[in-house]
């Protein structure tokens, strides 16, 4: 994968001084530089602007306001892990048909908080005030967190910052094999690199400007051999043909790189929208076929697969990441409901604290050196009692 070249950098007075912004313009040679005073009204103004290719002006400017935040997910209903996030950068140029950032974030620049001492500081306040919690902590939201790296080389401030932490994990999440800047960095095991995953023919149709699956298991060799925890995020699982024999492909080609003693989780969820973002995917994709098969609106209102459908995906992922894998993968899904979970696996989180909770645990367990004692319930679940034991859960 080609890392966009960038066409204009945009830079807020506010932040001219910022080493990030010195980066981008050092790996930008190309770009045309525009430095101005930027009140909240320009800035207004230049997101109703007609979209560059790729999202390739860049905006680099400060961040105001809280920037570390508990991930949003979804209505109650549907289990959520309590993950945390850091939204550094909004937009992303890989330009995949499903993703839902289209809707949400229908910008024509890509936003940099290039105050990053700010956003930094502001992680080591968040977890100081549950010392006795582990967090995990992505950038990966409203980005790719890696699809900028070369221009940004932000992943080396970040990774060095959180190698020093004491009670958190960050995540970089990619569809991307931009892992260069990683390799020399001292993480302390603090850090994981995961990637969303899909077989080679989805790549191909609906994620344009993503690295292909071989240049991804590549990057996967590489970050493993200098030690990363790695993640795998097959989320969302796309109906077509010949998915049931794609997936479990999938899932051999990824454990014959990658050792599941080294993946930290994995995550599984199908395709969902808000119903407003079918009109949004034709109109940008007419070549897409995802929106043709049949959805239906779910409990929070989203767009799904019915339940049958899913059912049968997730139990075909989920057995082939037991064959291929190991049966002690920690394996969650992603905005779905108690049933599902029963139903494919077995077993369910009461709640989204014990959810998080068993994050924790299964951490510890496999990892015994990055936390300082063993996670306590009582940590995660706000008050929320225990009903279900540890021994009735498949790998606890």
Excluded at 54 to 75: F, N, S, W, Y
Excluded at 169 to 191: A, F, P, Q, V, Y
Excluded at 352 to 357: A, M, S
């Amino acid at each position: 994968m080609r890392e966009p070249k960038i066409t204009r950098i945009i830079v807020d007075q506010k932040v001219a001084d910022q080493p990030l912004v010195d980066r981008y313009k050092e790996n930008n040679p190309q770009a045309e530089v525009i430095q101005l005073e930027l009140t909240e009204a320009d800035k207004e103004a230049m997101f109703r602007q007609e979209a560059t290719p790729a999202k390739r002006d860049i905006l680099l400017t400060e961040k105001q306001g809280h920037t570390v935040k508990q991930c949003p997910g979804t209505d109650r209903t549907y289990r959520c892990c309590n993950y945390h996030v850091i939204n550094q950068t909004s937009n992303c140029p890989i330009d995949c048909t499903y993703c839902i950032l289209q809707f949400y974030l229908n910008n024509p620049v890509t936003t940099v908080y290039a105050n990053s001492e700010k956003l930094l500081t502001e992680v080591k306040d968040k977890i100081s005030t549950q010392p006795d919690r582990f967090f995990r902590i992505g950038t990966g939201e409203l980005s790719d967190s890696l699809a900028f790296d070369s221009s940004s080389q932000y992943s080396r401030d970040i990774v060095s910052y959180f190698a020093d932490l004491d009670n958190v994990l960050l995540e970089l999440k990619t569809k991307s094999n931009r892992i260069e800047n990683l390799l020399n960095l001292d993480h302390k095991g603090h850090t994981v690199i995961s990637w969303s995953v899909n077989p080679q023919v989805i790549i191909d149709a609906e994620e344009h400007k993503a690295a292909s699956l071989n240049e991804r298991l590549e990057a996967m060799r590489l970050v493993q051999e200098k030690g990363y925890k790695i993640g795998f995020h097959f989320d969302p699982l796309l109906f077509h043909e010949q998915w049931a024999e794609t997936y479990p492909d999938l899932i051999r080609q990824l454990f014959e790189v990658v050792n599941p003693k080294n993946v930290a989780w994995i995550s599984i969820g199908s395709l969902r929208f808000p119903p407003e973002m079918k009109d949004k995917v034709l109109e940008k994709f007419p070549k897409s076929k995802i929106m043709f098969a049949e959805l239906i609106r779910g409990m929070d209102g989203k767009m799904r697969y019915p339940k049958p459908l899913r059912l049968d995906m997730y139990r075909t992922v989920y057995d082939a990441l037991r064959k291929y894998g190991s049966e002690d993968l920690f394996i969650y899904f992603c905005m779905e409901s108690a049933e599902i979970w029963e139903r494919t696996m077995g077993w369910s989180p009461e709640s989204n604290e014990h959810l998080d909770f068993l994050f924790a645990t299964s951490l510890y367990k496999q990892f015994p050196d990055l936390m300082k004692s063993e996670p306590q319930r009582i940590d995660y679940d706000n008050g929320i009692p225990l009903h279900q034991e540890k021994a009735d859960i498949p790998g606890f």
